[in-house]
């Protein structure tokens, strides 16, 4: 099976045209239709947390041993 993508836009009627498609007339295609994930705005920062203060409190202590019974 071949896949090919095409991103685009619903015209305003409703309707899709795709062209250009890499078929021949009388080849069988199964057409799947998927939403774009949302953009990301331009302006908008990816990384949030980029230079905010990180405190960890003894990060490598175990956490709830007594929780475990196969340790005991």
Same mark, same amino acid.
């Given at each position: ?10 015209a ?5 045209? @795709? ?7 009388? *080849?069988?295609? +199964?057409?799947?239709? $998927? /939403? ?12 949030? @947390?980029?230079?905010?203060?990180c405190?960890?409190? *003894?990060?490598? +202590?175990?956490?709830a $041993? /007594?929780?475990w019974?196969c340790?005991?």
């Open positions: 099976m071949n896949a090919h993508r095409i991103e685009t836009t619903f305003e009627n409703g309707k899709i045209t @795709l062209d250009n498609l890499p078929f021949v007339r009388g *080849d069988a295609v +199964e057409i799947i239709i $998927l /939403e774009s994930p949302r953009r990301r705005h331009p302006d908008s920062n990816p990384y949030p @947390l980029e230079g905010k203060v405190r960890y409190d *003894d990060p490598t +202590e175990p956490v $041993l /007594e929780d019974e340790l005991k």
